[in-house]
Nanobody
Framework: QVQLAESGGGLVQPGDSRRLSCEDS????????MAWFRQRPGKEREFVAA????????FYAGSVKGRFTISRDNDKDAIFLQMNSLKPEDTAIYYC??????????????????WGQGTQVTVSS
């Protein structure tokens, strides 16, 4: 079964870069769309970026476009989030999500069936 595991979180300073990784350790080969969401303190979980196996995406939230880059390794069913020019408001728990098909609602929490445990990113001086 699909088992998502994130890594790469930590404490960084404003302006720094950080790379998050997420892999389907179950190696099912069945995930089609994978995405990053985040939950900031006191806020609801929100879409960050998504990418599908072929022909769809990448897609970005307006707040991260131009600073974050999502990429995918289809052989490993893994995705990465390169985060540059980090700001204190990027502080959040970052979650990896996966679905078995592409949906035009790629930015909605309810679209995704599988979720990782999350990794904390703290941007502070």
């Amino acid at each position: 079964q699909v088992q998502l595991a994130e890594s790469g979180g930590g404490l960084v300073q404003p302006g720094d870069s950080r790379r998050l990784s997420c892999e389907d350790s179950g190696r099912t080969g069945s995930v089609y769309t994978m995405a990053w969401f985040r939950q900031r303190p006191g806020k609801e979980r929100e879409f960050v970026a998504a990418i599908a196996r072929s022909g769809h995406g990448p897609f970005y939230a307006g707040s991260v476009k131009g600073r974050f880059t999502i990429s995918r390794d289809n052989d490993k069913d893994a995705i990465f989030l390169q985060m540059n020019s980090l700001k204190p408001e990027d502080t959040a728990i970052y979650y990896c999500a996966a679905g078995l098909f592409f949906s035009s609602s790629y930015d909605k929490v309810d679209t995704y069936v599988y979720w990782g445990q999350g990794t904390q990113v703290t941007v502070s001086s």
